[in-house]
């Protein structure tokens, strides 16, 4: 079956614009998450949703958000972005509904803001 | 915030060897997992653990979950070229949904 889609796979952005980026989960897979990775951060965690409502969120400023469709497909957005924002970021999709479930990742979106 | 420290930061062995990594916290976790990245792609997991004590086998890859629930094993026996790349400890607590991942460790194998 299909993995994890994400789109685009390569971004590049100027400072102070706004982006969004798409994932479609593994069919059947109601939760998405979403992590930012970084060489100096590493795997931060930003967000989850489940059936449409965000479970838990990580310690990023309001600029990152996101929302979940009813299909599950899963959207994040970043505006008014700063050259820190320049990262890989991934999307996990997972069963959901229970703790114990590997999340499978996506291939990632590479943003580049100059 | 809590911090899994994952150690060797690097390796470099030579093919046929094993390797060993291992993931420390000063909190508890509920389910430990193993991923691997390669260039230009998302972690791919590898193992996951669930119970304190357990330990799993997949190929010549093998995890432990500590007994403290605070830290995790990966061997990899008989190294091979294709093991090279990142790998990344997770864990994950109680009803929170986000994975702690730890740093990484750059495996290097020399044929």
């Known amino acids: ?114 | 915030g809590q911090q899994l420290n994952q150690s060797p930061q690097s390796m470099f062995i030579q093919e046929g060897e094993d390797v060993s990594m291992n993931c420390t916290s000063s909190s508890i976790f509920n389910t430990w997992l193993w991923y691997k990245q390669d260039p230009g792609e998302g972690p791919v997991l590898l193992i996951a653990l669930y119970k304190a004590g357990e330990l799993t086998s997949n190929g010549r890859l093998t995890a432990q979950f500590g007994i403290t629930r605070k830290d995790s094993f990966l061997n990899i026996s008989a190294s091979i070229p294709s093991d090279v790349g990142i790998y990344f400890c997770a864990g994950q607590r109680g009803s929170n949904y986000k994975l702690t991942f730890g740093k990484g460790t750059l495996l290097t194998v020399n044929p």
């Open chain 1, 1 to 114: 079956k299909a993995g994890v889609t994400q789109t685009p796979r390569y971004l590049i952005k100027t400072r102070g614009q706004q982006v969004t980026l798409s994932c479609s989960p593994i069919s059947g897979h109601r939760s998405v998450s979403w992590y930012q990775q970084t060489p100096g951060q590493g795997l931060q965690f930003l967000f989850e949703y489940f059936s449409e409502t965000q479970r838990n969120k990580g310690n990023f400023p309001g600029r990152f958000s996101g929302r979940q469709f009813s299909n599950s497909r899963s959207e994040m957005n970043v505006s008014t972005l700063e050259l820190g924002d320049s990262a890989l970021y991934l999307c996990a999709s997972s069963l959901g509904g229970a703790l114990n479930y590997g999340y499978t990742f996506g291939s990632g979106t590479r943003l580049t803001v100059v």
